[in-house]
Each structure stands twice: as structure tokens, then as C-alpha cells.
Nanobody, 119 residues
Framework: QVQLVESGGGLVQAGGSLRLSCAAS????????MGWYRRAPGKQREPVAN???????NYPDSMKGRFTISRDNAKKTVYLQMNSLKPEDTAVYYC?????????????WGQGTQVTVSS
């Protein structure tokens, strides 16, 4: 079985920075796309960033210039560097990975890490 574990969340003041990590483990042949999503209280889940197996990144316009996604394939880990944080960034952040094993690929999700930005 595959497990994704996030870390690095916490409480930070507006304008501050945080770096989130998500490590995959278990039955894995290879990892395709990896990404970050978030869900604020009372809102739907929304995409934050995505990165392909070869390092191609994609961001929504609202995150461009502030958030940076990266990955370390040897460590099976994806990162999210968040700068210039705003109160509206407060949410639970989830990592996602499309994982190839036993001749098939499936999406897996972490349990989330809380990010709180105070004003």
C-alpha cells in the first residue's frame, strides 16, 4: 500500500514563509505527476501547484510568483515553498501523487497539513 505524509505546516504571520514536504512510501514502481491542493473552511478544494516527473511545473495565476513546487525523485518527495503568505492562504494543504505499480497507475492523497496565516 502507498502512503503520503505531509509536514511543514504551522502558524505564520502575513508576509512570512513556509515550506511543505510530502514523502511517498510503499508499493511504488515510479511516480508520475505530483501536486498540492488546499481546502479552506467552507470552500471547495482547489489546486495550488503541479509538477511532472520531468520537472515541468504549473500554477494557478493567484499563486504565480509566490509559490514554488519542486521534487526529489530519489527521496520520492514533493515540496511547496510558500512566500509572501496572506491570510486568505489559510487552509489545509494536501499533496497528491499519481503512482505506477503492478501495471497500473492510481492517484493517492495525503491526510493534509494545516497552514494558518495571521493578520
Amino acid at each position: 500500500q502507498v502512503q503520503l505524509v505531509e509536514s511543514g505546516g504551522g502558524l505564520v504571520q502575513a508576509g512570512g514563509s513556509l515550506r511543505l514536504s510530502c514523502a511517498a512510501s510503499g508499493s511504488i514502481w515510479s511516480i508520475n505527476d505530483m501536486g498540492w491542493y488546499r481546502r479552506a473552511p467552507g470552500k471547495q478544494r482547489e489546486p495550488v501547484a503541479n509538477i511532472t516527473s520531468t520537472g515541468i511545473t504549473n500554477y494557478p495565476d493567484s499563486m504565480k510568483g509566490r509559490f514554488t513546487i519542486s521534487r526529489d525523485n530519489a527521496k520520492k518527495t514533493v515540496y511547496l515553498q510558500m512566500n509572501s503568505l496572506k491570510p486568505e492562504d489559510t487552509a489545509v494543504y494536501y499533496c497528491n501523487a499519481n503512482i505506477h505499480f503492478a501495471w497500473r497507475s492510481r492517484d493517492y492523497w495525503g491526510q493534509g497539513t494545516q497552514v494558518t496565516v495571521s493578520s
